[in-house]
């Protein structure tokens, strides 16, 4: 049935009727807001490429959790900066690290909160890289249990959820093994699995003071031009137990969550990274954009294209103006 019977428009005519017909929602409860967290008292670090956002000691971490959990957010992810780096990033799997402690100050004052726990080792070593290098390459296997005990470390100090990030191969098994013989077996792992090389996380590289002192992360992130090689790393990490997996970044990549919607039944968590937050911010303090409309279609597209969930920098504004809808 075409025209005049066929009127698109007639469900469109009112908030109503608009709001019947609608077929993506977007709640505070699928935003995890990335923290990024120091170890100092009571400090907020600005951190100019991230604006609104800083680098946060324990005790404000958790006032920000707790604002974040008044608002509906449901999770938050926690990138630890070390006070000292070195070559095996050690700082990343103490347990008095800055990592757990936050963890704990967290869920003191706002048990509810769904703590996430980056695993990565690149904030922990003085080079920059994910993993240890020898040879001049980042050596995989030898990463593996030092990323085992980071996640033990986080799950000890109370993490719901620990997220490895560093994309070394088999991980996420090692992780599991870990985590299963620690006595953590009930922890979930969500792997950032499809994770491209990619210049959008200049800001947070900046933020977390993460960047490579060498050379680049194409030897183990992917190369932005596969979309089966995603898929195939996706499924990888699910054989290995992975509970969550993730694409990463979002908006250029929205073709590769909707592949893995249609594939894949485990949840998916997309990641707005740190360059499309800071474009966006950037846009709207020049007048450019309108901020708040900008922001829910893009969180309202990345859902549409098949994710469960979003990380992303803008949770705690975008909260606030879901519930002011
Ligand atoms: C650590 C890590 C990075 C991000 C999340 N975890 C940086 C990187 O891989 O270089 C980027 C997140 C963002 O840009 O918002 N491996």
């Avoid at 963890?103 to 706002?110: F, L, N, Q, T, W």
């Avoid at 980056?118 to 290098?133: K, Q």
């Avoid at 009930?186 to 792997?191: C, E, K, S, V």
Wanted: proline content about 5%; aromatic content about 6%.
């Amino acid at each position: 049935m075409t025209f005049p019977v066929h009127r698109g428009r007639r469900l469109r005519r009112t908030p109503g009727l608009r709001a019947l017909a609608q077929e993506t929602r977007i709640t505070p409860e699928q935003l995890v807001a990335p923290l990024f967290v120091i170890d100092r008292e009571r400090q907020k670090q600005p951190t100019p490429s991230l604006p609104r956002h800083a680098r946060l000691s324990a005790d404000q971490a958790a006032e920000e959790a707790a604002s974040l959990h008044a608002l509906g957010v449901g999770s938050v992810l926690l990138f630890g900066i070390p006070s000292h780096k070195d070559a095996e990033g050690t700082a990343g799997y103490d347990e008095n690290g800055v990592v757990p402690k936050v963890i704990r100050a967290i869920k003191r004052r706002v048990p509810e909160m769904v703590v996430w726990a980056d695993v990565c080792l690149c904030e922990y070593t003085d080079h920059g890289h994910c993993g240890l290098i020898r040879n001049g390459e980042v050596d995989n296997d030898a990463t593996l249990p030092l990323l085992a005990r980071a996640a033990q470390a986080y799950a000890r100090a109370g993490a719901d959820l620990v997220a490895p990030s560093d994309m070394m191969d088999g991980r996420v098994a090692a992780i599991r093994e870990g985590l299963d013989g620690g006595g953590y077996s009930h922890i979930p792992i969500l792997a950032y699995s499809a994770k491209s090389a990619s210049a959008f996380y200049g800001p947070f590289r900046e933020a977390a003071d993460s960047a490579p002192k060498f050379g680049d992360r194409r030897g183990y992130q992917m190369d932005a031009a596969n979309r089966r090689e995603a898929l195939r790393e996706i499924a990888l990490d699910l054989e290995e137990g992975a509970d969550a997996v993730m694409v990463k970044p979002a908006l250029a990549y929205l073709d590769v969550i909707r592949d893995a919607r249609e594939r894949f039944d485990a949840p998916i968590a997309a990641y707005n990274v740190s360059g499309e937050y800071a474009m966006v911010k950037a846009a709207a303090a020049n007048g450019w954009i309108d901020e708040r409309r900008i922001v829910l279609e893009i969180l309202t597209g990345i859902v549409r294209a098949g994710a469960d969930f979003i990380l992303t920098y803008h949770a705690l504004d975008a909260a606030k103006w879901l519930k002011e809808e």
